[in-house]
């Protein structure tokens, strides 16, 4: 057989991408930084720190197109943004990286789903409010 299937370790060779990603509407980028954060979080704290950087040196992106996709990620509700400090060697305080905490994805999810909801309820009182008037101008007054 020239050809044999291999066992994967999934703890090593694997992150878990939830299916539900794809029901939020993101935009391709928003997907790949959201891929890689996952890729890089500690799964026991939900945290990670790469730098818009190395974000972007491995989804291919500029730094300036990887800190729109993490703003459409907080957006969304996906990860949440915390700055941190570094201490240099001479005592100086300066900017660390970003503290990216994953949130849980069913948060985002119901978020987007009220959302999709209250934008539904919206169209259907504006087709009602159409409807009435449309009535009232066949028998005006």
């Known amino acids: ?10 703890v090593k060779n ?3 991408l939830p299916n539900e990603i794809f029901s939020l ?3 391709s980028g928003a997907l790949a930084v959201y891929s890689y954060l996952l890729y890089c979080e500690n799964r026991k704290t939900y945290q990670c720190w790469p730098s818009y950087r190395s974000i972007g040196k491995a989804v291919r992106m500029s730094v ?3 800190r729109k996709y993490v703003s459409e990620l907080e957006e ?3 990860i949440v943004t915390e700055p941190t400090s570094v201490t240099t060697r001479d005592g100086r305080k300066r900017n660390g990286t970003l503290r990216y905490i ?26 009602r409010i159409r ?11």
């Open 1 to 10: 057989m020239l050809w044999q299937y291999t066992k994967r370790d999934a």
């Open 14 to 16: 694997f992150f878990p």
């Open 25 to 27: 509407g993101l935009s």
């Open 64 to 66: 300036n197109t990887v």
């Open 76 to 78: 969304q509700g996906l």
């Open 102 to 127: 994953i949130l849980p994805i069913r948060n985002a999810v119901d978020r987007n789903n009220q959302r999709r909801l209250r934008q539904l309820e919206e169209t259907v009182e504006r087709m």
């Open 131 to 141: 409807k009435k008037l449309e009535g009232n101008e066949e028998h005006p007054a």
